[in-house]
């Protein structure tokens, strides 16, 4: 069965830090999907990235960076530099092939708050 | 491009009634899901609609039902509401089956 697990719950950082949210995923499909959502305050979800089973190349967006490495079934995100409009709730979600490209299953989450 | 609108953002009913959400996604979108999230449970998938078609169906009672219209809009149906239903109901469309979704702001149901 397919599983998201985002261990850490909550994690505070001073401005400026650095800062990683770790994900880790089970799943039996050889093609799968692997995405990081934000939720600020507001409550709506904000599409961060999408990153498919057969690539593991890391990206890099401005201050955010993305390890994926299936050999540890792990998909991280990284915030350099954290800012204050960084704090929100962070989830990884993962779907298959199998079940639905667009069904996607969370992780429970990760709230990040910055301190200035 | 406008992005995912939801209405009505908030709402208010009763134990027994029911209730009916919609979604507008994103022009040229045709796929749209819908997902629950509570404290308690987390963020869950509920249903996805592709060309009017109900395409995949999460872990729901019957009680939740949806629809899509032919311009792509969708509603949700929830009869019989419980006080468990209460969530922030999300919506999200994306082109098709490759590529991201992209949420809507939520309607928050409040059952009492």
């Known amino acids: 069965a397919q599983k998201v697990t985002q261990a850490q719950t909550e994690i505070s950082v001073v401005e400026k830090e650095d800062v990683t949210l770790d994900c880790v995923y089970e799943t039996r499909d050889t093609t799968y999907y692997l995405f990081w959502y934000k939720q600020p305050p507001s409550g709506e979800l904000v599409f961060l990235i999408r990153r498919n089973s057969f690539d593991e190349q890391n990206e890099i967006s401005g201050r955010y960076s993305w390890n994926f490495q299936k050999s540890t079934s792990s998909f991280n995100f990284t915030i350099t530099a954290s800012q204050v409009v960084d704090s929100a709730v962070y989830f990884c979600a993962l779907s298959e092939a199998s079940t639905g490209a667009n069904n996607l299953f969370f992780g429970t989450g990760t709230r990040l708050t910055v301190i200035p | 491009k406008a992005g995912v609108t939801q209405t009505p953002r908030y709402l208010i009913k009763t134990r027994g009634q029911q209730v009916t959400l919609s979604c507008s996604p994103i022009s040229g979108h045709r796929s749209v899901s819908w997902y629950q999230q509570t404290p308690g449970q987390g963020l869950q998938f509920l249903f996805e609609?592709?060309?009017?078609?109900?395409?995949n169906k999460g872990n729901f009672p019957g009680r939740f039902s949806g629809r899509q219209f032919s311009n792509s809009r969708s509603e949700m149906n929830v009869s019989t509401l419980e006080l468990g239903d209460s969530a922030l109901y999300l919506c999200?469309?994306?082109?098709?089956?490759?590529?991201?979704?992209?949420f809507g702001p939520g309607t928050r149901l409040t059952v009492t």
């Open positions: 999200a469309s994306s082109p098709g089956t490759r590529y991201e979704q992209y």
């Open positions: 609609y592709f060309s009017e078609t109900q395409r």
